[in-house]
């Protein structure tokens, strides 16, 4: 990884390079993420070892030591957000900071790095067409982690209510995941992935634009992106060789965040479908809170699902 030093080169169809570019702006946003920020920075040396990094951590708004555990390193900028904005929105002024970058990289503060994880990502960004690149992502025990999906669809979400994580093999109209693990095993163009590690070529970045803070303040926020860079021409390439591994936690968790998952699942819905169809998904999603109400996690979803008036309640910022 160099920060400073001789041009990088170039992506296709991006400015030419010049000693004022850097490959790759990474963009890191923590929310009290002092255990978990330092392991990312720690691996992003041999993550990237061909490629000039800019590094910036946008953080929302931290109560504990965060700040001071990113002054270690003296080649990250720490970046306040002036309140707990989101995560879209944290990526948002991300990227007003990517002039002279060839490529965007969003992560998660507990992501940990694989050797090469970034070099091949940002490989994977100079075959044509292709707008953005996921890696393969593993669990803390190593596993492998179904990270990609496909669009949202009624029957999707119907059979992911009813199968859960039964029939892994199923058709695929009948599962938003990606299940079956050879289907992780080669390169391939994926509907979207979990948007944990996230990288993106600067020309798609420009022809999409901002991500949606207004509607996602967290979660389906890389559904919708995806889907504006599937719709303006570009490819997004699951790229097996590069890993990472997620240790979890990094945004928090509990019965609130989960609610605020499935609802944002039916603003998603309604925001490229319409108020009629999104009605339909989101009885299918209340089916699926139902099935599971003996968990804390689904009956505060359910709460919130059957009544809109409960969902600006959850957090964020809504109209």
């Not at 061909?50 to 970046?79: E, G, I």
């Not at 992780?184 to 994926?190: D, F, K, L, W």
Request: hydrophobic content about 40%; aromatic content about 8%; proline content about 7%.
């Amino acid at each position: 990884m160099h920060l400073t030093g001789g041009p990088p080169a170039a992506l296709p169809g991006d400015a030419p390079a010049d000693e004022g570019l850097v490959d790759c702006t990474v963009v890191i946003v923590t929310y009290n993420s002092a255990t978990e920020i330092g392991g990312v920075l720690d691996g992003l040396p041999t993550a990237a070892t061909r490629l000039r990094l800019r590094v910036l951590v946008v953080d929302n708004d931290s109560a504990d030591d965060t700040a001071a555990v990113v002054s270690r390193y003296p080649d990250a900028r720490f970046m306040p957000a002036g309140g707990n904005l989101g995560y879209a929105a944290a990526i948002n002024l991300g990227r007003g900071h990517l002039a002279g970058s060839g490529a965007l990289l969003v992560l998660n503060p507990d992501m940990r790095l694989a050797p090469h994880s970034i070099d091949r990502l940002i490989e994977a960004l100079n075959e044509p067409g292709v707008g953005a690149a996921v890696p393969r992502i593993l669990d803390r025990t190593g596993a492998l982690y179904p990270s990609r999906r496909r669009e949202p669809s009624l029957t999707r979400a119907l059979g992911d209510a009813l199968l859960g994580k039964h029939w892994p093999g199923r058709p695929h109209w009948l599962s938003e995941m990606v299940w079956a693990a050879e289907e992780y095993e080669h390169p391939v163009a994926t509907d979207w992935a979990t948007g944990a590690a996230l990288a993106i070529r600067a020309e798609a970045d420009r022809a999409v634009g901002e991500w949606d803070d207004v509607r996602f303040f967290l979660y389906s926020e890389e559904t919708d992106y995806s889907r504006r860079l599937r719709d303006a021409g570009w490819t997004i390439r699951y790229t097996p060789h590069a890993v990472v591994t997620h240790h979890g936690g990094g945004s928090g968790e509990g019965p609130e965040l989960f609610a605020l998952n499935e609802v944002n699942r039916v603003r998603y819905y309604e925001k490229h479908h319409g108020r009629f169809a999104a009605g339909a998904f989101r009885l299918v999603v209340i089916v699926n809170s139902l099935l599971r109400y003996t968990r804390p996690a689904s009956r505060r979803a359910l709460r919130a699902l059957v009544s809109r008036r409960r969902w600006s309640a959850l957090p964020g910022r809504y109209p």
